[in-house]
């Protein structure tokens, strides 16, 4: 049986995910706080802004960069997306 968290993103319980998804406080953080939904679709956000953003992942500040967006990303405020990006209809 798949864990429950109470998803920040979402504001309610989902699975969450199987381990958490990073080293350090940070990473139990988001293992006992985001779901595996939200996740995945960070994930998605995450190579789009990188790809758009042309974003070199050795660079110090493109990586504080990202974390920010993650943060705002997964607590619901406003966060940069790839521009001209329009999601495909349902």
Same mark, same amino acid.
């Given at each position: 049986?798949?864990?429950?968290?109470?998803?920040?993103?979402?504001?309610?319980?989902?699975?969450?995910?199987?381990?958490?998804?990073?080293?350090?406080?940070?990473?139990?953080? =988001?293992? $006992?706080?985001?779901?595996?939904?939200?996740?995945? *679709?960070?994930?998605? /956000?995450?190579?789009?802004?990188?790809?758009?953003k042309?974003?070199?992942m050795m660079?110090?500040?493109?990586?504080?960069? =990202?974390? $920010?967006?993650?943060?705002?990303f997964?607590?619901? *405020?406003?966060?940069? /997306?790839?521009?001209?990006?329009?999601?495909?209809?349902?």
């Amino acid at each position: 049986m798949s864990r429950t968290v109470l998803c920040r993103k979402y504001q309610k319980k989902l699975p969450g995910l199987p381990v958490p998804p990073m080293p350090g406080p940070q990473g139990i953080d =988001l293992y $006992e706080n985001v779901s595996a939904e939200a996740w995945k *679709e960070w994930q998605a /956000q995450q190579t789009m802004l990188i790809n758009e953003k042309h974003l070199n992942m050795m660079d110090p500040e493109a990586r504080k960069f =990202l974390k $920010e967006q993650m943060e705002k990303f997964l607590s619901n *405020e406003d966060f940069e /997306q790839a521009e001209g990006y329009v999601p495909p209809s349902s």
